[in-house]
């Protein structure tokens, strides 16, 4: 089993920013690819950005050039920095990762735009 703890969430006006971190603990064997989602009221859980173990990483064409998602393969650990947030970025965002060919997803944590 893998557990997924994430921080970060919380309230900001647009234009603001905020980071995001997810730590992996647990039964670990070679995390990949590690990602957030997220999930508005009455929407369906979308994928934000995704990071493979070598460095490469996929964006949903709206956080393009917003969102920046990195990890710490050693503290198998994943961020996602935040900028420009926007009223439409509130969310529930999930951190998720593949280990083993299982998926893990974390509690989510509550990001709110205000405008």
């Known amino acids: 089993q893998v557990q997924l703890v994430e921080s970060g969430g919380g309230l900001v006006q647009a234009g603001g920013s905020l980071r995001l971190s997810c730590a992996a603990s647990g039964n670990i064997f070679s995390i990949n690819p590690m990602g957030w989602y997220r999930q508005a009221p009455g929407k369906k859980r979308e994928l934000v950005a995704e990071?493979?173990?070598?460095?490469?990483?996929n964006y949903t064409n709206s956080v393009k050039g917003r969102f920046t998602i990195s990890r710490d393969n050693a503290k198998n650990a994943v961020y996602l920095q935040m900028n420009s947030l926007k009223p439409e970025d509130t969310a529930v965002y999930y951190c998720?990762?593949?280990?083993?060919?299982?998926?893990?997803w974390g509690q989510g944590t509550q990001v709110t735009v205000s405008s």
């Open positions: 990071i493979y173990r070598g460095g490469s990483a």
């Open positions: 998720k990762c593949v280990s083993d060919w299982t998926a893990y």
